[in-house]
DNA sequence: TGTTAGCACTCAACCTCTCGGAGTGCTAAT
DNA sequence: ATTAGCACTCCGAGAGGTTGAGTGCTAACA
């Protein structure tokens, strides 16, 4: 695979990314830097073809790269790639993510996948690991209606849980005054990871038969605790799938509905920048998409996942930069809010 | 206007409806109950047209109905169905709303949108106009990281808002102390109608100047009961509507995420079923579109409204009773919901 | 041995033309 | 008032032809 046959297959992802059409061996010989002819174009291309780089819809067309192709290509980018953003790109994204006050991270990661895609005009997928360190902070029963009660779960990095629970009758003052104090003691500084149904199904024989009716609420209790552990994953900007030619409407429509099977490609495994192409093997994704996701950290451990989801057809030069520095600002933003809370947390 | 043309035009929206294809004068003179030739309804057809009720696509083509030949065929079945549903539908229905157990009204407005969506492949949409008599039950705050902070807010039907507040120092438990007892005399009872601005800007001033950093605390207490006061819309099953032919896909995108001014349309002041059609003035809704959405009550008032919006090529007849049946239902589940409520008021 | 010009070949895309059929409006008869 | 008959309109599907971009192969060339 010498430098040359590299540039060509370059110069065909750059021009079908651009066009949309495929590429021919003329279009790519009046390029500036390629200074062979057609024919030693074509002979080139056919070779890319036979390693699987290149394909043809059908014969007498140009050619377009195949996932290998786009694979190669990127990781060709990716290894000389150092330059990063230039000045003014960087003040433009910062723009786009909203003044800086009262700044959390929810709400920085909110902006940047909504500027991620408006940029893109792809979707934007957003994951948020679940932290293990976390605790219960506080627990609160609250009454709402006849009958009716919310339990409220709040964890030491600010997650607040809610949910409303039916009972059998209503508790008096005492009940809810005990239950409260009785899961404050029990589950205050539990971690959320611990919180398995075991540990609750053993608090609730703790309490006894006399409070067995309270049973609703630390059902309620389970239930958001396994939010709590439950990765979350957010998918906005769909619509602008829909504007692609080379995507499936009714493949989009499928993806949107169960995109919360996204999680399971979405874990804290891996790190850097990662680039999937759909049906692959993955076959619940969009055929034909690709997408890019990049992890941001905490602690120096992955703590989610930011990255767009679009057609395989994407101007990666561009928004493989992008991404990156979204995640390295949310890397950042949370090393400096985290500084605190480590410290209240020793 | 005769039977026999009310009969011609049902017809056509029928058959329209079901095939997709402008229907001609032969196709009706065949069914059943029209016992005149296919020339007497071309002669009527033709009067039809004249009325407005129906229009061709181009000459030698048959009839489709416009929007008010639609909106006559609506108001006839109107004014005839007294039927209902049978009982096997409505048992279906009902399972579809799930177990009945922990219900509340979020979750029933929920799974009637879902089912609804599902049963009708259409689009659906929910709103739940903020009850104009919810008052503030309890307000809290929750230290959440360094200078991080979470304000709560709960009102009296169970509504839970948190925010995230930054302040410029971290609080002592004094300073939370005494905000939380202070917005808690203050605010308590107080209807979130009433929670304008400048009865919280009073708050600040009241506060004096040694709580000027409270400031955003009470911002947020701001932002929140805005968004308490707002009605909430949602809409689901947009993935629908990209299967029907005669949507235009880019109007539906754009609906899509425009979706929250359908706000606009839909408010307390009508009740009853209420069907609009796309651009016919309000030109932000999809062209070529309907939507249908009925109210439920909640002590005698419209509390909502839950709907579908679809091509206006809809089976009218079949949906119309479906949504009556669920914000009927909605209507009976929150008055006997309400009962212990309106007690705990008094 | 790598590169190039030349040439015959392929195939999608586009245009044009034709033709059948569904549906109409009108008129005259019932 | 209703109907049969008839001439007319126009969409849409299909056939046929043309164009042009692109290829693979071969032979000549450096």
């Known amino acids: ?4 046959k590299l540039k060509i297959l370059a110069a065909v992802v750059d021009n079908y990314v651009k066009t ?19 024919a030693t174009v074509r002979n080139d291309m056919a070779i890319l073809e036979e390693l699987g780089y290149l394909e043809q819809p059908h014969t007498s067309a140009g050619r377009i790269p195949t996932f290998s192709g786009y694979r190669l290509y990127i990781e060709e980018i990716l290894g000389q790639k150092q330059t990063g953003l230039a000045e003014e790109e960087r003040s433009r994204l910062d723009a786009m993510l909203g003044d800086e006050e009262n700044l959390t991270e929810e709400l920085l990661l909110q902006s940047a996948s909504t500027a991620l895609a408006e940029i893109t005009k792809c979707a934007t997928v ?33 997650k607040i849980k809610n949910k409303a629970c039916r009972m059998e009758f209503d508790l008096t003052q005492e009940h809810m005054d005990f239950f409260q104090k009785f899961m404050q003691e029990n589950l205050e500084g539990v971690s959320v990871a611990e919180l398995s149904e075991e540990r609750l199904s053993e608090l609730v024989t703790a309490v006894g038969t006399y409070m067995m009716a309270l049973s609703p609420l630390i059902q309620g209790i389970c239930e958001m605790s396994r939010d709590l552990q439950k990765n979350e994953v957010y998918v906005t900007g769909e619509q602008n799938l ?40 993955n076959n619940f994704v969009i055929g034909n998409s690709s997408m890019i996701v990049s992890k941001y950290q905490k602690g ?16 990666y030069a561009k928004i493989i930069p992008y991404i990156e520095y979204f995640t390295d600002k949310l890397t950042r933003f949370i090393s400096e809010q985290g500084e605190g809370k480590e410290e209240e947390e020793t």
Chains 1, 2 share one sequence.
Do not use: C, H, W
């Not at 932290?131 to 709402?144: A, C, D, N």
């Not at 891996?270 to 049906?279: A, D, E, L, Y």
């Not at 120096?300 to 101007?315: E, H, N, Q, T, Y």
């Open 20 to 38: 949309g059409e495929p590429v021919g061996s003329k279009t790519i010989s009046m390029l500036p830097d390629i200074k062979v002819s057609a």
């Open 300 to 315: 120096g451990k992955a703590a989610g996942s930011l990255g767009v989801i679009g057609p395989v057809r994407l101007d």
């Open 126 to 158: 957003v994951s948020n690991f679940a932290p293990k360190y976390s605790v219960i902070s506080k627990v609160e029963v609250i009454p709402t209606g006849k009958r009716l009660y919310v339990v409220l779960l709040i964890t030491s990095n600010g």
């Open 242 to 281: 829909l504007t692609y030619r080379d995507l499936d409407k009714s493949e989009i429509v499928r993806f949107i509905s169960r995109k919360n099977e996204l999680q399971s490609l979405l874990d804290d495994s891996m790190s850097g920048i990662q680039v999937m192409f759909g049906k692959e093997g």
């Open 1 to 4: 695979m010498d430098a040359r």
